[in-house]
């Protein structure tokens, strides 16, 4: 089979598998994660792999210290990610003239916060239902790779509900907020700011991720170091996903959120004796900044991130993403298994918004919580098979394995558990 039959054949499988499976949310996972997909391989020729990841346990991970610490962090549910609560009076803030959000907020008083009255805490179960990630890697020569990776999404919030703090024996103003405001409260935030606050489920692709990568191995002959490898990889992740939808309340995007993105890294690998291995991954996402005509922003200081009224025009310049991998492999345990321990960290710098409305103030909209960085730890295990290691004159080199992941800590963070498998072949 030539190299163009063989480079269709990936491509028209990526498409089938992608379309016939059900894949963080908005950096929850990277799709290209090296730690279940090589960077190379020492042989020309291809892989394939396929990576299903299932999600349980979802939480928020909020600091609880002055010092926003994420190792002080604590879990909350998904909802409470950013604020425990959410401000149901403050949302009618800013509201345009003639709207119904306009006439009710000239019947409450808005300004009389006591931090009870017009505040409702959500709840909910938020689930990833599973993240499958197929990957064709075609091995040129040199050590250097093309990739593509095809990440499917499912998720959905189920069991949402809110409670309602007005005092229910308090002042009249209480009593009004109570009678005309929290007394349906999905209505109304559905009447009142288009935001359709109820159970949803998604399902669809992710961004798609075309990567070029290099790795090496150098051969060391010293009484511990037996070999050193270096990688490095850089690619394009196209805006492929369903972006957030601004009407749906708790919307999660299956990527980068309309962006185009550039994913890069390296990493150290040492062998010590032929039985450990220590490695060091850094991996980085550079998203270009994107403008969406309808995009909700905070309009006052007192507005909660889940029930923000305005839309308007807005340029978006993304955070950068960090991820560091420290991982202990043993190697050589029998018939081909391996085991690895991983330390997993991720930061996510602040997103910042360019208003092209005058009328709307970017700094207040910039001092929403969500715009703020976020955090997560985890802890993966691994226990693997992989025939490439191994001189086998074989057509097909299969390679499997099962892995665990656990988070730990974090802030102003999505976090998930999850466990999953993965295969694949070289030929």
Known sequence: MNTTKRLSLVLLCSIALAGSMSAVTNNLFLSYDPVFHRLGSREAGWDLSVVSELGYDASGRQPVDSEDDDLGSTKVNPLQLWTKDQNMLAMLKGAEADTAAYVLAQTLNIDD???FRGHVIPTGDFKISHVTTLAARWNIKWNVALSLFVPFYSMKLSNLAFEDQT???GTSEDALVRSTLTNDIPGNIEALTGIKAQNWS???LGDMVANASW???FEQHRPLLKGVELAAHAGLSFPTSKNKNEDRFFDVPFGYDGAYAIPFGGSLGLDITKYLCFKINAD??????????ARRLRVDESQTDLLLLRKTSVYVDWGFIQRFTLSFQTRNLAAGLRARALYQYQHIGEDEYFVNDSTFSAATANGAASMDESSTHHVIG????????YDVD???RPRFGAFYKIPFKGKRALTTSSFGLYFGGQF
Do not use: K, M, P
């Not at 980085?284 to 005509?293: D, K, P, W």
């Open 113 to 115: 916060d006591d931090g």
């Open 202 to 204: 998604r399902q669809g």
């Open 394 to 396: 074989w057509r097909l």
């Open 167 to 169: 005092s229910s024996t």
């Open 382 to 389: 691994i226990l693997e098979c992989d025939t490439r290691d």
């Open 215 to 217: 790795s090496h191995h």
């Open 284 to 293: 980085f996402v550079h998203r270009l900044g994107t403008t969406r005509a």
